[in-house]
């Protein structure tokens, strides 16, 4: 019962930045974790980062540490990934997701889900 908006996808050139949003709404859970992922074609769904909203933990995937930051505004009720220094093999269709309590890399452990937005990194 949570819904889950993404936006702030498109096209950048390597070297660049790009900044996602995810703005929940609905029934939430106690402590909502909200995570990132990304599917390249071809590819599985892979992990990129979390935060727990509560206290703000963040958790990132080795491929984008020093480069990606998840963060939250408490107020508007949305989680953000800023990414820097993209490169090609970022291109990929970015999902927000949600689920309880504990950070996990595991997409299957994740309730809800954005409608994905897409990201494409020219070389």
Not at 40 to 48: D, L, Y
């Amino acid at each position: 019962q949570v819904q889950l908006v993404e936006s702030g996808g498109g096209l950048v050139q390597a070297g660049g930045s790009l900044r996602l949003s995810c703005a929940a709404s609905g029934r939430t859970f106690s402590n909502v974790v909200m995570g990132w992922f990304r599917q390249a074609p071809g590819k599985e769904r892979e992990f990129v980062a979390a935060i727990m909203w509560r206290g703000g933990v963040t958790y990132y995937a080795d491929s984008v540490k020093g480069r990606f930051t998840v963060f939250r505004d408490n107020a508007k009720n949305t989680v953000y990934l800023q990414m820097n220094s993209l490169k090609p093999e970022d291109t990929a269709v970015y999902y927000c997701a949600a689920r309880a309590d504990t950070i996990v890399i595991a997409s299957t452990l994740y309730d809800y889900w954005g409608q994905g937005t897409q990201v494409t990194v020219s070389s």
